[in-house]
C-alpha cells in the first residue's frame, strides 16, 4: 500500500502553467507505476497521464497531449504533473494514484480499476 498526498493546485489563467506535486509514502514506491486522473464537477473520473514504474515511459489521452507531462523522482518518492497551456475546460480536482500491480510490463495503467491507492485530490480551477 502507498499513502498519497496530492498538492500545488490552485486558480490559473487560461494559457498558464501548474505543477502539481504527489507525495508518496512507502518504501515499494519505486515498484508502481503511478497516474493521474481529474474530476470535474458532474462527470465521471478521467484519466490524465501514467509513468511506469522505472519512469521510462508515459502515456496521456489526446485531450492533454503535448500541454502535459507526468515525471517522478523515485529517491524522493515524489511524482508530478507539469500542465502547460491550461484551458477552462482542465478545471476539476486532481488525483494522484497508484497501480495496484508491481512491476507492471504488459499494459500501461490507464483504467481506474488498474489504480489501487489514490489521494484525496487538489483543485485545479483555469479562469478564461
Known amino acids: 500500500q502507498v499513502s498519497l498526498v496530492e498538492s500545488g493546485g490552485g486558480l490559473v489563467q487560461a494559457g498558464g502553467s501548474l505543477r502539481l506535486s504527489c507525495a508518496a509514502s512507502?518504501?515499494?514506491?519505486?515498484?508502481?507505476?503511478m497516474g493521474w486522473f481529474r474530476q470535474a464537477p458532474g462527470k465521471e473520473r478521467e484519466f490524465v497521464a501514467t509513468?511506469?514504474?522505472?519512469?521510462?515511459?508515459?502515456y496521456y489521452p489526446d485531450s492533454v497531449k503535448g500541454r502535459f507531462i507526468i515525471s517522478r523522482d523515485n529517491a524522493k518518492n515524489m511524482v508530478y504533473l507539469q500542465m502547460n497551456s491550461l484551458k477552462p475546460e482542465d478545471t476539476a480536482v486532481y488525483y494522484c494514484?497508484?497501480?495496484?500491480?508491481?512491476?507492471?510490463?504488459?499494459?500501461?495503467?490507464?483504467?481506474?480499476?488498474?489504480?489501487?491507492?489514490w489521494g484525496q485530490g487538489t483543485q485545479v480551477t483555469v479562469s478564461s
Open positions: 494514484a497508484a497501480d495496484t500491480l508491481l512491476f507492471r510490463t504488459i499494459k500501461p495503467p490507464v483504467r481506474l480499476t488498474d489504480f489501487g491507492s
Open positions: 512507502g518504501r515499494t514506491f519505486s515498484r508502481y507505476s
Open positions: 509513468i511506469t514504474w522505472s519512469g521510462s515511459s508515459t
